[in-house]
């Protein structure tokens, strides 16, 4: 992607490399996510997924090349502007990383007492009373992470993701090992970001999920970026690598939303 479709708040992820024990796990990946758009990254087990999205939301450097968010390098930035960025970037982690020592509630007020430490006691029990009223969580309050089973606390983490209203919304996986009403609870969550122009930059295997909120795709195999773009170019590829990855999920995507039929001009691009 050429540097002129830069704009600002964007995160741009240029020329990424990792590599571990002679393994190449990102190979020279380049994109810019779209602004305000919703973009599933997909791919097979190993390819890479949550490494690239780790990269992209800087939390832990390339060995190659660097990723930048209104300009700001993500990877090199420190003290007030490290501090600033992470308060306009949130991630959801795949398995929770709660504090284990901190109770749920604590977890959630953290971000809040960190980044505004003069912020009334009030306001972050307000913040937070409104941002689970959806989610049966408040009763798990004064527990430890240890005492939640493994959906609720990734449940938990979610929503300690949003509690800063961040900018860029990153998320692995959200609605894996949770109950149906949850996951529709967070699909629901999603939406309404989506709808308030929060970037979302996530991987999901939920072909709900990816009907309901999918702008973009991002298919990665055994390290690099194969396809990326609106979902409408990306499920017409001809790479049928490319194609065997979509299939897992667009195939059922139409169970969901019908406009999915109209993205694959009522043909069927993986036969």
């Given at each position: ?155 938990v983490s ?11 919304l990153f ?101």
């Open positions: 992607m050429s540097d002129t479709t830069f704009t600002e708040r964007q995160i741009r992820v240029k020329s990424a490399t990792l590599v571990r024990d002679d393994y190449t796990v990102l190979d020279d990946a380049s994109v810019v996510f779209p602004r305000g758009k919703t973009t599933i990254i997909m791919g097979p087990s190993g390819s890479g997924k949550s490494t690239l999205l780790k990269i992209a939301a800087g939390l832990f450097p390339p060995d190659t090349g660097g990723v930048t968010y209104d300009g700001l390098d993500i990877t090199a930035s420190s003290g007030e502007t490290e501090r600033q960025l992470r308060q306009r970037l949130g991630f959801a982690f795949q398995d929770g990383a709660l504090w284990q020592n901190m109770t749920i509630y604590q977890n959630l007020a953290l971000p809040l007492q960190y980044h505004f430490p003069r912020m009334a006691r009030s306001e972050i029990d307000e913040r937070i009373n409104r941002l689970v009223a959806s989610f049966p969580v408040r009763r798990h309050f004064p527990l430890r992470p240890a005492a939640l089973s493994g959906g609720e606390r990734k449940i979610f929503l300690r993701a949003l509690i800063l209203e961040p900018e860029v998320f692995d996986e959200p609605t894996s090992f949770v109950d149906n009403q949850s996951a529709d609870r967070i699909i629901a969550v999603l939406e309404t970001q989506r709808r308030r122009g929060t970037t979302l930059i996530g991987i999901s295997h939920s072909a709900e999920l990816t009907a309901r909120l999918a702008d973009y795709l991002l298919v990665i195999i055994a390290g690099r970026i194969r396809a990326f773009g609106p979902v409408k170019e990306v499920v017409q590829t001809a790479d049928r690598e490319v194609q065997t990855v979509l299939t897992e999920v667009l195939a059922d995507a139409a169970t969901f939303d019908g406009d999915i039929l109209d993205l694959l001009d009522g043909s069927d691009p993986f036969s």
